[in-house]
């Protein structure tokens, strides 16, 4: 029997829910098994720093998303999915959720009843109500509610915005957003704002940040500061660089670095994200930022071909990694510096491996606990130029066979 199988759960419903596969062990334990998975796949190109863990590692999440549907018995019910599957699990209280975000959930399901709101049937796509995302400001206390529907129209909406207000008044903004197709995606396309402005501040590194409801903003706030600071750090700018921030999301590590460089060139391929990162540049005066909607290895393909200079650049693709294209006009650029944040060590691994042998060295490894409870970790490797002149190696058939297959596998998750 393993240690986890031997340690008591917090949460009653930790095995079932599958959101916090570590909950049974120790914090310390935690930190110890993560920080030994990044130096299984990346100490052969460096020395893995001590993992960098949280002070408090509960309710730290800033982003909750609630899934509502019926039971077995045809009952209302809401709670999160499963692993590997679309059965919802009731969920009371959980340890990772931010606690108010977790009261405004209960109060919305309390109010169904009283509003004739029937939530949804995934057999029958029957049922109005599919989804809750609330998220909140750790630094300004904002609050945003997002009723994901499968139709544009909620009955009495003014009347159930101000009963849910009643009870939380630190709701900042209500939005409605419409997914009435059968999909396991959670948001749709469309959107309607009933109340406040359909989004958003929080402050992050004393930068204010808007956050709408697609897009991408790191769920721990605490642990942001640090990993960010630590990938400023890595980057050693001195305020004449030009930077590249790729995959930049709504702009966060780019305008954070922005006071330590000469010029920062985002690049996002989320149009949703794009609009934020604008707003954020605006909101913050850096006009030493630039914002690009394109996907960043076309982007960088560009940037190679016009042989622009580029002195630094700040990657964090999604869990599937860079793809080949991208990998390859890091090459071509030739930057004195890769500072390349990731949240799946083993893809990061693979693409360590392409730049290590077109003339990269990793000179940093280190990992930073984002997630506690659960077995993800997040790795920051900074790495240097060494040569003047170097092959370009091109993507390896393994590699490419290994990308494809990972894709493969996380869509059927």
């Not at 996002?268 to 913050?284: F, G, H, L, Q, Y």
Request: charged share 25%.
């Amino acid at each position: 029997m393993s240690k986890v199988d031997q340690e008591k759960f917090l949460c009653p419903v930790a095995r079932q829910c599958g959101g916090c596969q570590l909950q049974g062990l120790k914090y310390e334990e935690q930190l110890k098994k993560k920080e030994a998975w990044v130096r299984k796949e990346l100490s052969s190109y460096g020395k893995v720093s001590p993992i960098l863990g949280m002070k408090d590692p509960y309710y730290y999440r800033n982003k909750v998303h609630a899934s509502f549907g019926i039971d077995q018995k045809k009952r209302p019910v809401c709670g999160i999915y499963e692993a590997k599957s679309h059965r919802i699990v009731p969920v009371e209280h959980c340890y990772l959720e931010n606690e108010t975000a977790q009261a405004i959930v209960h109060t919305i399901f309390d109010l169904l009843k009283s509003f004739k709101i029937k939530t949804y049937d995934e057999d029958t796509g029957y049922g109005l109500l599919r989804h809750v995302l609330i998220r909140t400001g750790y630094q300004t206390g904002e609050v945003m509610v997002v009723l994901v529907l499968s139709s544009p129209i909620l009955p009495s909406k003014n009347n159930f915005v101000k009963a849910l207000r009643k009870v939380h008044p630190e709701i900042s903004t209500v939005v409605i957003n419409v997914n009435d197709k059968k999909t396991s995606m959670i948001l749709g396309e469309k959107e309607q704002v009933i109340y406040g402005k359909g989004q958003i501040t929080d402050v992050l590194c004393g930068k204010s940040f808007v956050i709408s409801p697609k897009a991408f903003y790191q769920v721990n706030p605490v642990q942001t500061e640090v990993l960010y600071q630590t990938a400023i750090s890595f980057a050693k700018l001195t305020g004449k660089e030009t930077v590249v921030d790729a995959y930049c999301g709504i702009g966060t590590i780019g305008i954070i670095a922005s006071d330590h460089c000469k010029r920062v060139i985002g690049v996002e391929s989320n149009p949703d994200a794009v609009r934020d990162a604008r707003k954020n540049i605006k909101a913050n005066q850096a006009s030493n930022v630039e914002i690009y909607g394109n996907d960043a290895g076309a982007f960088l393909v560009d940037l190679a071909e016009k042989k622009e200079k580029i002195d630094v650049v700040f990657l964090d693709p999604p869990r599937a990694g860079s793809d080949a294209p991208f990998l390859q006009s890091v090459l071509k650029l030739a930057p004195k510096r890769v500072v390349y944040i990731s949240c799946n060590p083993e893809t990061q691994a693979r693409d360590l491996r392409v730049l290590t042998k077109g003339g990269y060295k990793v000179e940093k490894i280190q990992p930073c606990d984002m997630f506690p409870g659960s077995e993800h970790v997040e790795t920051v490797c900074c790495l240097y130029h060494q040569k003047k002149d170097f092959i370009l190696v091109p993507y390896e058939p393994k590699d490419a066979e290994y990308l494809r297959e990972y894709r493969t596998e996380s869509n059927q998750k």
